[in-house]
């Protein structure tokens, strides 16, 4: 419980003195155009403007959280030397809340500090939240026929890196995550109420990474490559603790095509050994990779998925994109199937909001092979 309370406190720390080091790595730049109303509805000023401050209004509807309000705030910045300046680095806050009294309260952070001899990059928040249980495997019961999961979280996760050279890190990744108060819509069925951590689990995991961030603009990128390797070691923190590790790989490749139309390629794999309680199971589905499965559609112990998609120019601060990609899970990646892989695919658009770190606000829309689809507005490119 010590442990946990540190955690618990400290998140918000943390959290707080990133804002505070994004604060002091500012300084003066080029003049720009003025926030005006007229500049805001312009947009060869629009672009120029590059806010550091981008104000989200989030507003959404499904059939599983009902109507969704609240809002977020992305801020941006670079830290800076006397001859050199970072890349773009941000940190994100939101706070929304569900006609189906679902709340969240997070962050997230991407910083690159001066001379990029540090990377910061992780989130932590608190939900109080639902999401839909099919069980674990392939073989889950039909898509209607989910249980509902109520429960409240509090987590942080985080990875410091230090530079070696040429855009070469190596660092630590941590995972504190407790899951806690789990109501289930209806009684759990024989295979669900066994799942190891199904009423709540509390961990936390600790180990080395690796990252290479050859990117050009980590919000969006145009050309460059990046990849990541960790490993985390999970031990018992209670009598009724889970005790298991985890490693995972994110290889990315960027192509130009031309100026300002780009290829992006993405491979990425989660895998887990040992005693996983059910929040911390791979999942298949999110607003990043296998955009068009719900989240958690489908869950085990090792998830491996990919995808492509083409970026090009519509019309002065729009883009357009088309994407695809492909996933399966198993016990492990040995046991894989080509007969379990699953697909999905759509098309979206970006709008610019930063021209000088090319942030963009992403809607897009897709549908998987399971004949389902979901919609989603984001800041930032899916990877």
């Known amino acids: 419980m010590l442990l946990y309370k540190f955690l618990k406190y400290g998140m918000s720390f943390i959290v707080a003195c990133f804002f505070i080091v994004s604060t002091n790595a500012q300084v003066a730049e080029k003049p720009a155009p003025r926030k005006t109303i007229r500049n805001f509805m312009n947009p060869d000023s629009l672009v120029l403007i590059n806010l550091k401050i981008v104000p989200v209004p989030i507003f959404t509807s499904t059939p599983e959280t ?31 809340y569900s006609s189906q009294k679902q709340l969240d309260i997070s962050s997230s952070w991407q910083i690159f500090g001066r001379g990029e001899r540090y990377v910061f990059r992780g989130s932590a928040g608190y939900v109080n939240y639902n999401e839909k249980l099919w069980g674990i495997g392939n073989n889950t019961v039909a898509e209607n026929e989910y249980n509902k999961q109520f429960y409240n979280r509090i987590f942080i996760e985080s990875k410091v890196y230090q530079l070696l050279k040429n855009h070469q890190y190596a660092g630590v990744s941590f995972n504190f995550s407790n899951t806690y108060n789990l109501r ?77 139309s780009t290829f992006a390629l993405q491979f990425m794999t989660k895998n887990t050994i040992g005693n996983v309680p059910l929040r911390e199971i791979p999942r298949l589905g999110s607003s990043n990779i296998m955009r068009g499965f719900f989240t958690g559609r489908y869950r085990d112990l090792s998830y491996t998925a990919a995808q ?21 899970v198993n016990e492990s990646i040995s046991k894989y199937q080509l007969n379990e892989l699953r697909y999905a ?19 897009d829309y897709a549908r998987n092979s399971l004949a389902g689809s979901a919609f989603y507005i984001r800041l930032q490119e899916a990877f």
């Open 345 to 363: 695919g759509g098309a979206g658009l970006r709008f610019l909001v930063n021209k000088k770190n090319r942030m963009i606000l992403r809607v």
């Open 184 to 260: 289930y819509e209806k009684s759990l069925n024989t295979a669900d109420s066994v799942i190891t951590g199904v009423n709540g689990s509390e961990v936390f995991g600790i180990g080395p990474a690796f990252l290479y961030d050859g990117r050009d603009y980590p919000f969006s990128a145009h050309q460059g490559a990046y990849a990541e390797f960790y490993l985390q070691y999970y031990p018992k923190i209670s009598n009724v603790g889970f005790a298991f590790s985890e490693w995972g790989v994110d290889l990315r490749k960027y192509y130009p095509i031309t100026t300002k």
């Open 66 to 96: 009902g109507v969704r309000i609240g809002g977020a705030l992305e801020y941006f910045f670079n830290a800076k030397e006397k001859k050199s300046e970072a890349r773009g680095s941000y940190v994100h806050g939101q706070i929304t």
């Open 308 to 328: 492509a998609e083409i970026r090009v120019p519509v019309w002065r601060f729009i883009s357009g994109a088309v994407f695809g990609s492909a996933g399966m």
